[in-house]
Structure formats: structure tokens, C-alpha cells
């Protein structure tokens, strides 16, 4: 006969784990008014998991990711609005993946804890 004996077991403690992770497509945008010069359209991962402690304190981390075009998130025609060059669009390129982690303390307001 075997003696089996269960407990639970919380790793992180008696809080809350969260997550979320979300892809995006973003589309080409006009760069002049008539739509001759146009932005790439490009992809971007994004996710976040948060660990939300009893107490009040959220420890989390986020990550931001640029799989294709890194330049296209930040582009500006800085020339006519109608006869804009190649040479009067100015990019500013987004690094390839940005992670982010800290940490919150909510304070106390008064209104009822979901």
C-alpha cells in the first residue's frame, strides 16, 4: 500500500501571474498627399507578463520585437506634402527587440479591489 499524501503548493506566493502577448500588422502609410511615397507596412510582436503580489506590488516584464522593417515606425516627410523626394523622408529605426521589466506599487484609493 502506498501513502499519498497532497498539499498545494504555491511557487510565487499567494498572488496573481498575468500575460498577454499580441502581434500586429501595421500598413503602409502615405507620406505625401497624393499616396506616390509610402511607408512599409511591418510587423511587430509585443508581449508583457506581470506577477501582481498581495501586497500591492506588480513586478513585470515586456518585450517589444520588430521582425521585418524597422525603419517604418518612425518615418517623416519633411519636404512638400505633394512633391516630396526620397531625399526629404527621414527615419528614425527602431531597434530589433526592446525589453523592458519593472516594478509598481498600487496605491490605495478607496474604490473596491477587483
Known sequence: ??????????VLGPGRLTGAAYLSYIGAKPLT????LRS???????????YIHE??????GQ???YPGA???????NFGSSVSATAADIFTSPQPCLSLLAGLTY????????P
Open 70 to 76: 524597422r525603419t517604418s515606425k518612425s518615418i517623416f
Open 55 to 60: 501586497s500591492g506590488w506588480t513586478t513585470y
Open 33 to 36: 498627399e497624393d499616396g506616390g
Open 63 to 65: 518585450a517589444t520585437w
Open 106 to 113: 498600487g496605491l490605495a484609493t478607496g474604490a473596491p479591489r
Open 40 to 50: 512599409s507596412p511591418y510587423p511587430r510582436v509585443s508581449s508583457r507578463i506581470a
Open 1 to 10: 500500500m502506498v501513502s499519498r499524501h497532497s498539499q498545494n503548493i504555491q
